[in-house]
């Protein structure tokens, strides 16, 4: 992504989100502070994203969003819900285990760090500039008096592949860290994804808790590959870094991250089928693991 360009990609996961959270049984999963997050962010959006804030309140218009969704790629609508939903259980364990600090990368319009800092947890977001700029003049306008986390503008690319850590005093090195990967690593190339769990490694003391979510392409049926692809490519951006789960693992486990736990995509589908009566599925291949 260019580092002047608003991530469609993120500003459609908060659409998704958003739109799902209209509907009580997908509502009951989520704190209101979260809900109410994700309609501010689509409020802010520019036009003409901001017009789902105003029509994804009416049940008619969900029903027909939905069934385009799932028309074109059957699962992506459920996975949204599935990632928010398991991401936070994820982080609350952490936290419960005395991690002190949450490090977002490529935040988009996500809400954790925000959550997070309100209690007394040190939480940096880092993104692209545009994103950057855009996240703190939404936290300003629609959360002025709340503790915001520190909102790091970076911009990885062929020239420039470090992150932002050892020139951020901030980040502390020595606290229990969790680090949040999520969609993040799927627009990298191998090299750099290497890279940068190299550099977190040398960065911090103690090897962060990473979150990430992975797609296994593989395992779409060919039109359903066809439809991602074309979707992401749609909004400007380039899928880079799909391979099997086997083949990610040991790229994890080659950077000394070994999984600790790791949802796919029956397991989440099941249990949230049978929390919210939703008979919809989730992506096949979607994958949200944590690694140590």
């Not at 809400?111 to 996240?135: N, W």
């Amino acid at each position: 992504m260019k580092s002047d360009q608003l991530s469609k990609t993120a500003a459609f996961i908060a659409i998704k989100f958003y739109g799902l959270t209209r509907i009580p049984a997908f509502r009951s999963l989520f704190e209101d502070s979260k809900v109410a997050f994700y309609e501010r962010v689509v409020e802010s959006l520019p036009t003409p994203l901001n017009y789902y804030h105003y029509w994804l309140k009416y049940d008619w218009a969900r029903r027909l969003y939905t069934w385009s969704e799932e028309l074109l790629l059957p699962g992506d609508l459920l996975h949204i819900i599935a990632r928010k939903y398991y991401i936070q259980q994820l982080v609350h364990e952490l936290k419960e285990d005395q991690y002190k600090q949450i490090v977002v990368l490529g935040s988009g319009f996500d809400d954790l760090a925000f959550t997070y800092s309100q209690q007394g947890i040190s939480c940096f977001e880092l993104d692209v500039p545009r994103m950057a700029k855009h996240k703190q003049q939404f936290f300003n306008r629609y959360y002025p008096d709340s503790n915001h986390p520190d909102i790091i503008s970076y911009h990885l690319s062929d020239d420039q592949q470090k992150l932002p850590l050892s020139s951020h005093s901030n980040i502390d090195p020595n606290k229990k860290t969790i680090i949040i990967a999520e969609g993040f690593f799927d627009y990298l190339r191998t090299d750099l994804f290497d890279s940068i769990l190299g550099q977190i490694k040398s960065f911090f003391h103690q090897t962060p808790a990473l979150i990430t979510t992975h797609f296994a392409l593989n395992e779409l049926p060919l039109h359903h590959r066809w439809s991602f692809k074309t979707g992401v490519k749609t909004v400007g951006e380039e899928l880079k870094l799909y391979q099997n789960i086997n083949e990610f693992h040991k790229m994890l486990a080659r950077n000394e991250f070994i999984i600790k736990k790791q949802f796919n995509h029956q397991f989440m589908a099941t249990e949230l089928q049978q929390i919210t009566g939703t008979e919809l599925s989730i992506l096949q291949g979607f994958y949200l693991l944590i690694a140590k």
